[in-house]
């Protein structure tokens, strides 16, 4: 390539742009800091704060928490205050970083990018010998950011808008249902659900066994023991016939046969049951999902949905921007006759199937 084949303008553009990027990935590691250590919660009230103070909050030492707070001004996430040198979390980023229950939470997806830069290495050795990396085979901060990260938005829509857009479904776990949620990791929507309708009875199924065991802990914590049951089985293997609804919440795109799973749901739902799929927002054609939460999905499929999907049997590798059109036609060839989008965020797609 010569000089002559370089457009300088575009070349300075792509290098902001690539400046941007790594503040960005550096950045993540801090977040994680913050996090853990407490500082971002210690400044939750959005009073101004000097480094000194804070440390003294949080048992840290100041000279690393005042680089760390330089760090976070620099990028946006503070304030700083010239005239007397003290930072301040603004109520909107406190929303974001110190309240574990806003549905604006966002540490846990630092947790799961953390989790990624660990992996690289097993997803590089993938790439050249197109085996899968199961989801068990991931560092342990993917489990628990997966749950932090996807808990806010299971918050915020589950129960008022996602299950409401479900025909009929709300009465029924209102009088008393019976609901499998497959693939349910560490619990957050079972425990929800559970905790929304104290009259139904809830079983979540994960094939991780240690996953079980957390959302055993959580279930005793949120005191919905009484209605909720955790047990370790797959997708096409968990038992019961007679589910009044069966729920997948961003899980079955990293299944090795989904078609398998939607036949096994099929089969354990009642005659008028109801199968809820709940999937990262995706248009069918690829230039449609070129944007910037589109990037963030097709790094995690390529990261840890597809590899957990070619681990498996089948192998189908649907990726976390499969679309809802082959998502359509993974329900119905589990021999569904009817299946609809119910609603949509941003950041979700919500399908209702019916048998």
């Known amino acids: 390539m010569t000089d002559a084949a370089i457009d300088a303008g575009k070349l300075d553009d792509f290098m902001a742009k690539a400046v941007a990027d790594m503040g960005a990935a550096m950045h993540a590691a801090l977040v994680l800091l913050g996090d853990e250590l407490g500082l971002y919660k210690a400044m939750g009230d959005s009073q101004p704060v000097s480094a000194a103070e804070l440390a003294g909050a949080t048992g840290t030492h100041a000279r690393y928490v005042r680089e760390w707070l330089c760090a976070m001004a620099a990028g946006g996430y503070v304030a700083y205050e010239r005239d007397t040198d003290r930072f301040t979390l603004p109520p909107e980023q406190a929303l974001a970083l110190a309240q574990d229950d806003s549905p604006a939470f966002i540490p846990g997806a630092f947790q799961v990018i953390a989790s990624m830069l660990r992996d690289e290495p097993k997803i590089r050795e993938a790439f050249r010998s197109g085996k899968g990396v199961g989801w068990h085979e991931h560092d342990q901060l993917l489990f628990e950011g997966t749950e932090r990260f996807f808990r806010p938005n299971y918050n915020a829509h589950l129960v008022t808008e996602w299950l409401p857009a479900l025909d009929g479904v709300v009465p029924k776990l209102q009088r008393g249902g019976s609901v499998a949620d497959i693939g349910c990791g560490h619990g957050a929507s079972t425990i929800l659900m559970a905790q929304s309708f104290p009259d139904s009875r809830f079983v979540g199924f994960d094939y991780h066994a240690p996953s079980i065991d957390w959302a055993r802990r959580a279930a005793r914590r949120a005191g919905v023991q009484d209605r909720v049951r955790f047990e370790v089985a797959s997708s096409k293997q968990y038992p019961g016939n007679d589910y009044d609804l069966v729920t997948f ?43 910037p939460i589109g990037r963030v999905f097709y790094c995690a499929s390529t990261m840890i949905c597809t590899p957990a999907s070619l681990s498996q049997e089948v192998g189908l590798g649907l990726g976390a921007q499969a679309g809802e059109g082959r998502l359509r036609a993974v329900v119905n060839d589990g021999g569904f006759t009817r299946c609809r989008r119910a609603t949509a965020t941003p950041f979700n797609l919500i399908l209702e199937a019916r048998p």
């Open 249 to 291: 919440f961003d899980c079955l795109h990293d299944m090795g046969d989904p078609v398998g799973a939607s036949r096994h749901v099929r089969q354990s739902l009642q005659p008028d049951g109801t199968w809820m799929i709940v999937e990262p927002f995706a248009h069918d054609h690829l230039h449609e999902n070129l944007n």
